[in-house]
């Protein structure tokens, strides 16, 4: 099992990022997540195969989750962004079709490497 993130880099306050995660797609959810300097792994947003994605309330409205089963590859796009969105972000793939607002590796058992997003001035 392989994902990939990629995209992350350093924007300025109010900027926008893409990120992508590069996974072999399949009828099974993939979750966004990240983790900022000293703090634990949170949740950020995921996306099912089919059916509504869902964000956690801090970044609803600003963030955008999307999947292309054609390239394989699930996308979030971060908009608005403030320095409070720094950390490492990651995707992993859910067990089952089901989004969990949950950073358990129970739920999310593959995950891959990710990739730094710096918000700052």
């Known amino acids: 099992v392989q994902l990939q993130a990629s995209g992350g880099g350093l924007v300025q306050p109010g900027g926008s990022l893409r990120l992508s995660c590069s996974v072999s797609l399949d009828d099974r959810a993939i979750g966004w997540f990240r983790q900022a300097p000293g703090k634990e792994r949170e949740w950020v947003s995921c996306?099912?195969?089919?059916?509504?994605?869902a964000h956690r309330n801090s970044v609803g409205g600003r963030f955008d989750i999307s999947r292309d089963n054609a390239r394989n590859t699930v996308y979030l796009q971060l908009n608005a962004l403030k320095p409070e969105d720094t950390g490492i972000y990651y995707c992993a793939r859910s067990r089952n079709r089901l989004c969990v607002s949950s950073s358990n590796s129970y739920y999310y058992p593959d995950w891959g490497q990710g990739t730094l997003v710096t918000v700052s001035s």
């Open positions: 996306i099912p195969s089919d059916g509504t994605p």
